[in-house]
């Protein structure tokens, strides 16, 4: 089942720059937002942490792995000093939630 909604142009704008590629959905530009506005817990942190140390001994390349919320990477991003959020929009690198991840620093741009 499909409905139509109405929005203001100012939203649509909004929705039309969170889009990663022109056929890209406004269905999945919202549901894409919805779970960047989803923050990390500190218990989900503790859960995530085994899994992440899993990866990193099977990685050929040592990693070493962060956990920070949408928030707190954008306080990284802000911050003068340099910090690992600051390299992490350098490198572009990624291991988990990246199209989050785009849709932030398009929308930070």
Do not use: W
């Amino acid at each position: 089942m499909t409905t139509t909604i109405q929005i203001s142009e100012e939203l649509l704008d909004k929705l039309k720059m969170r889009k990663l590629y022109n056929k890209e959905s406004y269905e999945e530009v919202i549901l894409d937002a919805l779970e960047d506005s989803q923050e990390l817990s500190e218990q989900t942190k503790k859960e995530i942490t085994p899994f992440l140390e899993t990866i990193k001994r099977r990685e050929v390349i040592p990693i070493d792995y962060h956990i920070f919320t949408r928030n707190e990477f954008l306080e990284m991003l802000q911050a003068d000093s340099e910090n690992v959020g600051k390299q992490i929009f350098k490198s572009n690198i990624v291991y988990y939630g990246y199209i989050p991840y785009c849709n932030l620093v398009k929308a930070k741009k």
